[in-house]
């Protein structure tokens, strides 16, 4: 079965995320870089990946996405920091 990803990306200063999910993550990032996948993302000038979570089944990956979407502003700043302290950008690609 094909991977999927939950990712959350952020701005410099960490003030704004955003949660997206794809089953091809280095496009994906691509087009958040090249402010094309999304008006928010381009907005708030969200284009450094700070987490991520890998599943082996797309359903899973949307269910996660929908229930972080859900999540109080500190909840997923917390659940960032316990893989993530410092909220360094992945350098993932």
């Given at each position: 079965?094909?991977?999927?990803?939950?990712?959350?990306?952020?701005?410099?200063?960490?003030?704004?995320?955003?949660?997206?999910?794809?089953?091809?993550?280095?496009?994906?990032?691509?087009?958040?870089?090249?402010?094309?996948?999304s008006l928010?993302?381009?907005?708030?000038?969200?284009?450094?990946?700070?987490?991520?979570?890998?599943?082996?089944?797309?359903?899973?990956?949307?269910?996660?996405?929908?229930?972080?979407?859900?999540?109080?502003?500190?909840?997923?700043?917390?659940?960032?920091?316990?893989?993530?302290?410092?909220?360094?950008?992945?350098?993932?690609?």
């Open positions: 079965m094909k991977k999927s990803f939950v990712y959350i990306l952020t701005n410099t200063y960490r003030t704004t995320f955003y949660i997206g999910v794809t089953v091809n993550l280095s496009k994906r990032l691509y087009e958040h870089y090249d402010e094309t996948a928010f993302t381009k907005k708030y000038n969200l284009k450094d990946l700070i987490y991520l979570e890998e599943f082996s089944d797309i359903n899973q990956a949307i269910a996660r996405e929908k229930q972080l979407k859900n999540w109080h502003k500190e909840w997923k700043l917390n659940l960032v920091k316990r893989v993530n302290p410092n909220l360094k950008t992945s350098d993932y690609q």
